[in-house]
């Protein structure tokens, strides 16, 4: 079975508002397999999850969420299911417990929501506020029971840092990059503004 990589572009396409495209599994012919703007839609700058068929999605410029169906010859098959949160969306879904989860700028200091599969249900998880570190700019990561995402701006020098939430977001725990800068030797002291996902490494 051929297989293929998803992406988005956050510009080109129908009026240069976006698409989502497929390659083949080493790179090669990448084919755009629908315009944003066809749909109403603008700007996926987060990361896709493909699931059971379908793939997610967010946009920053409409404020939207999406699904898309994805028939066995890798193209769109049918019509996406696309839902206005009026929320300004940098990063992507990720899927846990039957749910869905992606952080979400509000116009304030930035939120993580949770939907069904459907965008039902969907409920804000947790808010962040100007006294801590905010303004999540990544996909969340889940891993051991707990939430992680990384924070662009908040905190002592505006550094921002890593948010730990638990698994129902009752706790959180965040770890302020500007606490420790110029309180190390250069070579130990954390970066400023984090912009991208955290990923794990078991070595």
């Known amino acids: 079975m051929q297989q293929y990589m998803y992406g988005t572009t956050r510009r080109g396409g129908v009026n240069n508002n976006g698409t989502v495209y497929r390659c083949n599994a080493d790179g090669s012919n990448p084919e755009t397999i629908l315009s944003m703007s066809v749909y109403g839609m603008a700007e996926p700058i987060g990361s896709l999850l493909f699931l059971d068929g379908y793939l997610y999605g ?4 409409s404020r939207h ?15 996406p299911i696309i839902y206005h949160t009026g929320l300004y969306h940098y990063g992507g879904f990720i899927y846990v417990n039957n749910k869905l989860y992606c952080t979400a700028d509000n116009g304030e200091f930035g939120i993580i929501i ?9 409920v ?3 808010t962040f506020v100007e006294s801590t570190i905010n303004s999540p700019r990544d996909d969340l990561y889940y891993e051991n029971n707990q939430f992680f995402c990384t924070c662009y701006y908040g905190g ?3 550094a921002g840092g890593i948010a730990k ?8 725990e965040f770890i302020e990059f500007g606490t420790h800068d110029n ?5 130990n002291r954390y970066g400023k503004n984090p912009l991208c996902t955290l990923i794990p490494h078991n070595g």
């Open 183 to 187: 309180k190390l030797p250069t070579s």
């Open 156 to 158: 002592e020098n505006s």
């Open 58 to 61: 967010t946009t920053i410029e």
């Open 65 to 79: 969420i999406f699904k898309i169906p994805i028939g066995s010859n890798g193209l769109l098959d049918g019509t």
């Open 114 to 122: 949770e939907c069904d599969l459907d965008f039902t249900n969907l």
């Open 124 to 126: 804000t998880k947790h």
């Open 165 to 172: 939430f638990s698994n129902n977001f009752n706790n959180v």
